[in-house]
């Protein structure tokens, strides 16, 4: 049975930092391509930021710069860093893990907001 679980998540003030976490059981987590996606209600889930299994990442735009994606494939869990947090990244963080786009499977999210 595959699992995705996030933490870490929770309420941060603009322009603090929060650590999201993502711990897989079930997959051959090192294979996998690992991302975290966020989704605000009433819009398209979109892609923050993944890591492919031999590190290579890429980021959405908007969090250049402010977030960084890691993997630790010893402890199958997949991390992001957020700093510099504004009102806009409020959303739900989701994790996926997926290989050749034929097996995909998805967190159950966490939340994130930003206010102060």
């Known amino acids: 049975q595959v699992q995705l679980v996030e933490s870490g998540g929770g309420l941060v003030q603009p322009g603090g930092s929060l650590r999201l976490s993502c711990a897989a059981s079930?997959?051959?987590?090192?294979?996998?391509?690992m991302g975290w996606y966020r989704q605000i209600p009433g819009k398209q889930r979109e892609l923050v930021a993944r890591?492919?299994?031999?590190?290579?990442?890429n980021y959405a735009d908007s969090v250049k710069g402010r977030f960084t994606i890691s993997r630790d494939n010893a402890k199958t869990t997949v991390y992001l860093q957020m700093n510099s947090l504004n009102a806009e990244d409020t959303a739900v963080y989701y994790c996926r893990a997926n290989l050749w786009q034929k097996w995909d499977y998805w967190g159950q999210g966490t939340q994130v907001t930003v206010s102060s």
């Open positions: 890591i492919t299994n031999s590190g290579s990442t």
């Open positions: 079930g997959i051959s987590f090192n294979i996998y391509v």
